[in-house]
T-cell receptor, first 113, second 115 residues
Framework: NAGVTQTPKFRVLKTGQSMTLLCAQDMNHEYMYWYRQDPGMGLRLIHYSVGEGTTAKGEVPDGYNVSRLKKQNFLLGLESAAPSQTSVYFC????????????FGPGTRLTVL | AQSVAQPEDQVNVAEGNPLTVKCTYSVSGNPYLFWYVQYPNRGLQFLLK??????LVKGSYGFEAEFNKSQTSFHLKKPSALVSDSALYFCAVRDWRNAGNMLTFGGGTRLMVKP
C-alpha cells in the first residue's frame, strides 16, 4: 500500500515554462487536495476535488489548473511558471466523512528561476 | 471564516522534560481539530484529532492534546520529550459544515528537543 505518491520529487523551471505535477493515491479516497507550503505560512490550499471529474478552487488558485480524470489521480498544472510559484507542493487525500484525516504525499520541491 | 494560530515559531525543550505546542482556533460551528507532524524533507503525518467527547485526546508517539472550548485552544503535549520529536508541527481545523473535508492550517511550530 503506497498511500499517496507524487511525481516528480524535484523540478527546476525557467519563468514561463509549463509543467504538470502528478499525484496518485491507492486508498480509494474520494477527496483529493493540492497545497503549497511556504516558510512561515503553513500550508495553503490551491485546488481540491470531491470526486472523479470534479474540481474546485481553494485559497490560492491563481496560476494553477487541475484535473481529476481518474479517481486515483489528481494533476496540478502550471501553464506559465513564475518565480512566486517557487514552493514545496503537497498532495493529500481523504475519505468522505468529516471525521477523517487527510493523508499526505512526500512533496515536490519546485524552483522557478 | 475559520483560522488557526500557532503563536510560537519555535519551542525549545530539553530531552525528558514535558513539552507543549500551542494552538488556538476560530471557527463558526463545532470544530474538528487535527495535529500533524512534518519531519525534514517529508510530507505531513497525522498525529491525532479531536472530533467530540473527551477533551483529552491521545495520539501517536506518546503525544496528546487538550481541547478547551472556552479558550478555543487545542494544545499539543507530551510528558517526556525525545530528541527524535524534533520536527515541525501543524495544527489544523475543520468546520463541521465544511464540504470536501478541507483543513485550515496554522503556520507551524518548530520543536527543538536538545539532549
Amino acid at each position: 500500500n503506497a498511500g499517496v505518491t507524487q511525481t516528480p520529487k524535484f523540478r527546476v523551471l525557467k519563468t514561463g515554462q509549463s509543467m504538470t505535477l502528478l499525484c496518485a493515491q491507492d486508498m480509494n479516497h474520494e477527496y483529493m487536495y493540492w497545497y503549497r507550503q511556504d516558510p512561515g505560512m503553513g500550508l495553503r490550499l490551491i485546488h481540491y476535488s470531491v470526486g472523479e471529474g470534479t474540481t474546485a478552487k481553494g485559497e490560492v488558485p491563481d496560476g494553477y489548473n487541475v484535473s481529476r480524470l481518474k479517481k486515483q489521480n489528481f494533476l496540478l498544472g502550471l501553464e506559465s511558471a513564475a518565480p512566486s510559484q517557487t514552493s514545496v507542493y503537497f498532495c493529500a487525500s481523504s475519505a468522505t466523512g468529516l471525521i477523517n484525516e487527510q493523508f499526505f504525499g512526500p512533496g515536490t520541491r519546485l524552483t522557478v528561476l | 471564516a475559520q483560522s488557526v494560530a500557532q503563536p510560537e515559531d519555535q519551542v525549545n525543550v530539553a530531552e525528558g522534560n514535558p513539552l507543549t505546542v500551542k494552538c488556538t482556533y476560530s471557527v463558526s460551528g463545532n470544530p474538528y481539530l487535527f495535529w500533524y507532524v512534518q519531519y525534514p524533507n517529508r510530507g505531513l503525518q497525522f498525529l491525532l484529532k479531536y472530533i467530540t467527547g473527551d477533551n483529552l485526546v491521545k495520539g501517536s508517539y506518546g503525544f496528546e492534546a487538550e481541547f478547551n472550548k472556552s479558550q478555543t485552544s487545542f494544545h499539543l503535549k507530551k510528558p517526556s520529550a525525545l530528541v527524535s520529536d524534533s520536527a515541525l508541527y501543524f495544527c489544523a481545523v475543520r468546520d463541521w459544515r465544511n464540504a470536501g473535508n478541507m483543513l485550515t492550517f496554522g503556520g507551524g511550530t518548530r520543536l527543538m528537543v536538545k539532549p
